[in-house]
């Protein structure tokens, strides 16, 4: 059973970057996508960033492409999110997800695609 801890959350100014990471347990980390959900106050949960197995592809939502890099280091079964630029609406709790296999974005951005889910971290981005 994988389970995930996510970490670097926190309080920092528009324009600033903070690097999310998200650590996995379990010998099946390289088998799957690694992928990023945030959710809002009052908002429904939704897809940051995604990772397949390999590492050879990713996904954006629209908002944060350009300003986010997700990546996974294999040796440290970790996976990041490096959030540059950030913005006020960049507010939420961002989540850390896996179990997926696939390599299809239509697959990848939904949140039912994963089975394993971390306890959130919080990251508030102050105007």
């Known amino acids: 059973q994988v389970q995930l801890v996510e970490s670097g959350g926190g309080l920092v100014q528009a324009g600033g970057s903070l690097r999310l990471s998200c650590a996995a347990s379990?010998?099946?980390?390289?088998?799957?996508?690694m992928a990023w959900f945030r959710q809002a106050p009052g908002k429904e949960r939704e897809f940051v960033a995604a990772?397949?197995?390999?590492?050879?592809?990713?996904y954006y939502t629209d908002s944060v492409r350009g300003r986010f890099t997700i990546s996974r280091d294999y040796a440290k079964n970790t996976v990041h999110l490096q959030m540059n630029s950030l913005k006020p609406e960049d507010t939420a709790v961002y989540y850390c997800?896996?179990?997926?296999?696939?390599?299809?974005?239509?697959?990848?951005?939904?949140?039912?695609?994963?089975?394993?889910w971390g306890q959130g971290t919080q990251v508030t981005v102050s105007s």
């Open positions: 379990g010998r099946t980390f390289g088998s799957y996508a």
């Open positions: 997800a896996t179990g997926s296999s696939s390599t299809r974005r239509e697959i990848l951005i939904r949140a039912t695609s994963y089975g394993v």
């Open positions: 990772i397949n197995w390999s590492a050879d592809i990713t």
